[in-house]
Structures are given as structure tokens and as C-alpha cells.
């Protein structure tokens, strides 16, 4: 019985340590990627230890920057070496700008900064799972069939996927994060991109747009939004947790959408709805 895998990057905190815990839940096998905090990281694990279902999931953190090519190709290897096959990858890592700022203000390092992990980074890490999925579908073509998994997770052997976490920015102008807004929507696009190209090749591509999300990126703002949910800004009227997100993707990965490839999933409690 192999055991499905996902690669989860920026699974040490906050959003994608909700994913990999709810993965875990339903009997993945989950490589948390991880940029810097090793003790995060570390938590992370446990945590997914803990909810595992199954004696035979194994759950590891890789070290990796996406937006470094060298990192981005040994974490690709790495998380290949760990079951021998990735089934998902969850492309959950970005960051927010270092100093917000007003756009005739905002500087070019910052921009540079954001694209190169919030878009590009993922964009090529994209390419290169999908690369090895490709070659894996094409190798084990004629042993496909009769390949038992556990849980909610029983069709990943027959279907891979790939999530895009991106944001309600892809859509909503922040003129004090214009540089995050632009990484957003360029992921969007991405997301597009993968769907129409990938359809053929048995994988589905799938962006999920959280709202405001109470995690360590939002700390710094949470009073000033926490006023703004009151005020209406949220029809669910609360924040958003990892794990409502988490529970999202879970779903994505279980085999049920595999005819809904491209699909937007807004996870933000209504926030994006046009009202009067």
C-alpha cells in the first residue's frame, strides 16, 4: 500500500503548516517546506505526526528558498527521494513586503523581492514538479491500476494536483502593497497557464484565493482589520484560520474535483462578493 505525497511549501507556520496538518489527517505523507525558522518546522512535523493516520506517513521538513533556482531543483529531488513519487504540491509560500508603502513610494528591491518569490519562484518550482509527475505518470503507466491508498486521499495515485495559494490581492488594489497585489495576480494567471497546459497530462491545477487569514503575516495589522470585520468587511464576520484553508485543499486533493481543473476557490468568507 503506498501512501500518497504532497509537497507543501511554507509549511513551517501559519497557512501551510494548517494544510500539511490536515493532509496528515486524511492519510498523506507530507514534505513541509521551510526558508529559515528550523524550530517552526520542526513543530510543524510533530504536529502532523500527531494527527497522522496511518503508522507508514512519513512527514519531513526541507530547508529551501523557492525563489533560489539551486534550492528549488534539491527540493524537488528531495522530496521525490522521500516516497519515490509526489501526488500534490501545494504551492503555499510567499511573503508580504518588508515596509508598506505607498506606491510613489514603494522601491524597486521590494518589487524584485516579492515577484521573485511570490510568483516566479512558485511558477518554476510548478514547472519542474510537473516535469517529474509527467515522467512518473508515463513509468508507471501499466501498474496504475489496483494502487491502494488510505483515507480521503484514495485517488491521488490516479490524479495528481497542484495548488496555488494566492490571495484576495490577485483582485483587490492595495496601493499599500502594490507590489504584493501585482505577485498575486501574476499567480493567477500562473494558475490559469498550468490548468490549460497540464489538463492533458492527468493534472489538475487549482488556485485558492484565502481572505484575511489571523496568521503571523496579518500580527501587524490585526486591530486595524479586526475594526473592518465589525464594520461589515467580512459577510462570515471572523478572520480566516490555516485551517479553513487547510480543509480546502484537503478537499481539492481527494479525487472529487478532478473535472474542475483551473477552478478559483475563494476562502474568505465572503469577502469578495459584490454588494451594495
Known amino acids: 500500500m503506498r501512501i500518497p505525497t504532497a509537497l507543501v511549501t511554507g509549511a513551517g507556520r501559519?497557512?501551510?503548516?494548517?494544510?500539511?496538518?490536515?493532509?496528515?489527517?486524511a492519510g498523506?505523507?507530507?514534505?513541509?517546506?521551510y526558508r529559515g525558522n528550523t524550530q517552526a518546522a520542526a513543530a510543524a512535523v510533530a504536529a502532523c505526526?500527531?494527527?497522522?493516520?496511518?503508522?507508514?506517513?512519513?512527514?519531513?521538513?526541507?530547508?529551501?528558498?523557492v525563489s533560489d533556482a539551486v534550492d528549488r531543483a534539491r527540493l524537488v529531488c528531495e522530496a521525490w527521494a522521500l516516497s519515490g513519487s509526489v501526488d500534490a504540491l501545494v504551492n503555499n509560500a510567499g511573503i508580504a513586503p518588508r515596509v508598506r508603502a505607498d506606491l510613489l513610494e514603494a522601491t524597486e528591491e521590494s518589487f524584485a523581492e516579492l515577484v521573485r518569490t511570490?510568483?516566479?519562484g512558485p511558477y518554476f518550482l510548478t514547472q519542474a514538479v510537473a516535469r517529474r509527475m509527467i515522467a512518473d505518470r508515463k513509468s508507471d503507466a501499466p501498474a496504475a491500476t489496483g494502487l491502494a491508498v488510505v483515507g480521503l486521499a484514495a485517488a491521488a495515485s490516479a490524479q495528481k494536483s497542484i495548488v496555488f495559494i494566492t490571495s484576495v490581492s490577485a483582485e483587490s488594489a492595495s496601493v499599500t502593497r502594490g507590489e504584493y497585489c501585482v505577485s498575486k495576480a501574476g499567480l493567477a494567471m500562473a494558475?490559469?497557464?498550468?490548468?490549460?497546459?497540464?489538463?492533458?497530462?492527468?493534472?489538475?491545477?487549482?488556485?485558492?484565493?484565502?481572505g484575511l487569514?489571523?496568521?503571523?503575516?496579518?500580527?501587524?495589522?490585526?486591530?486595524?482589520?479586526?475594526?473592518?470585520?465589525?464594520?461589515?468587511?467580512?459577510?462570515?464576520?471572523?478572520?480566516?484560520?490555516?485551517?479553513?484553508?487547510g480543509k480546502a485543499v484537503r478537499s481539492l486533493?481527494?479525487?472529487?474535483?478532478?473535472?474542475?481543473?483551473?477552478?478559483?476557490?475563494?476562502?474568505?468568507?465572503?469577502?469578495?462578493?459584490?454588494?451594495?
Open 213 to 245: 487569514m489571523a496568521t503571523d503575516m496579518t500580527a501587524g495589522v490585526r486591530e486595524e482589520y479586526d475594526a473592518l470585520i465589525a464594520e461589515g468587511l467580512v459577510p462570515a464576520s471572523r478572520w480566516g484560520t490555516p485551517g479553513d484553508v
Open 253 to 276: 486533493l481527494s479525487g472529487d474535483w478532478s473535472y474542475a481543473t483551473g477552478s478559483v476557490i475563494h476562502v474568505d468568507g465572503g469577502m469578495h462578493l459584490p454588494r451594495l
Open 191 to 210: 494558475v490559469k497557464l498550468w490548468a490549460a497546459r497540464l489538463g492533458g497530462e492527468g493534472i489538475s491545477v487549482f488556485e485558492l484565493r484565502p
Open 28 to 33: 498523506w505523507s507530507v514534505v513541509l517546506n
Open 14 to 25: 501559519g497557512i501551510g503548516r494548517g494544510i500539511a496538518e490536515e493532509l496528515a489527517s
Open 118 to 120: 511570490n510568483l516566479q
Open 49 to 65: 505526526a500527531e494527527k497522522a493516520v496511518s503508522s507508514d506517513q512519513r512527514f519531513v521538513a526541507v530547508k529551501a528558498d
